[in-house]
């Protein structure tokens, strides 16, 4: 299920309440400036008020809070050469740039030619486009157009690297053997793509680290873990090395013969997004109860009240202990009034710690001894891996560093794969708002 949110540009009037702090404080500026900030940002929420945050701080040292349109054109121009440093602008040229397809489409856009629905409703949530012109705004025209700092090209064309029975795509992902698709973690795939693209030379340890990993501190064994799998995949090993010679001490080589060839297929194949599938949202009355809807707890049983016990009653005995030893190195001499505090601070916050260390002590325990935890078995491990239905793993995005995010998302997704349950779950990435 998905469901496309919308959130509109801001209107003039909303332009104009958004300055009016500035007119709070004193500030003396254009009478006109909410039409000035609007010619520049057309209502984006996110470079409204990125220009307006740079105004206040280039000002803020001032006694008297002067803003003019000549302030106002140097801040966007400022915002403009430091977009490469800039997580929103970096974000959304990685949302285009790093797929051909889109990319391929948007430069359609901006010579006037009509691309697919599916693929124009893309780039309209990337938040690139507006609605009767290629650029949403003339800051993303100066951006991300001709000359630009992030200037937006024509897309690199898809690689196909052929060796032996095996084809790895650049373009769509892909590694086949036979027409067979090879599944490969990310990692590995790039790794092999690296290797494929320098297989006239000797790929050294560190180049690795730098051009797959990005600079990440990778150990050799993480290393060597990854290469053996990319062997598995492609039927070597360690002992044979057909396809991946190791270098010891040095780095690696792909050996096998390669062949390649230009990928220039660009057939949307797929939705980029899937059709929306709103669900009926009934209005909730909060300040209403129905009793007869309320849901009962399962009645508490003594079993469960024993356990919880011993462990506030542990809790409370090193808590004692603990505070006495204290009262012990405090009372050397005659206790003042900011040593009875201390104690009491130092009492009130060690009851946490004891009862963390108590919690998690009593569970060890009840695992290591196959016992039930507060009255609830704790099933086989096998009964937990028998799925029957899929779950959405959800991961918003405000403005967050991508390589962080995404990291995340393959964490889990290699963690779901190493447990063989990967077919029960589905990604989805969320934006905050239309210029993430």
Sequence with gaps: MAMVIQIDD?????VQKMTSHLKHEGAQMPSDIEEILYRHASGSVYLTQLILENLWERNISDLEIKISEADIDVTVETIIAKSTENNHFINMYNAITDYPL???GFLQVIAGQTIDKSLQETLRLIGIIGKDHPFRNTIYARVFGAGGPLEIDSPKKGKIYLFGDYELNTYNYTLCQAGQIIRLRPKEFQLLHYLLEHHDRVVSKEELSEKVWYNQFVSDMTLKSSIDALRRALGDSSCNQQIICSFRDYGYRFTAPVVEAE????????RPVPDEAPILMPVQKLDQWDAASRVWQTPRHLKTWIPR????????ALTTAASYEMYQVLSTSRMTVIQVALLIVFAVNFVWIALSFVSGFAGFIALWRRRVVSGIAIPPLQS?????TRTALLMPIYNEVPQRIFAGVQAMYESLEDLGMLEHFDFFILRGYPET
């Design 10 to 14: 801001l209107t003039l009037d909303q």
């Design 102 to 104: 889109i990319q391929q």
């Design 263 to 270: 990928n220039l297929q660009l057939k949307l194949t797929s």
């Design 309 to 316: 016990a011993r462990v506030f009653t542990a809790t409370l």
């Design 384 to 388: 937990t891996l028998t799925l029957k």
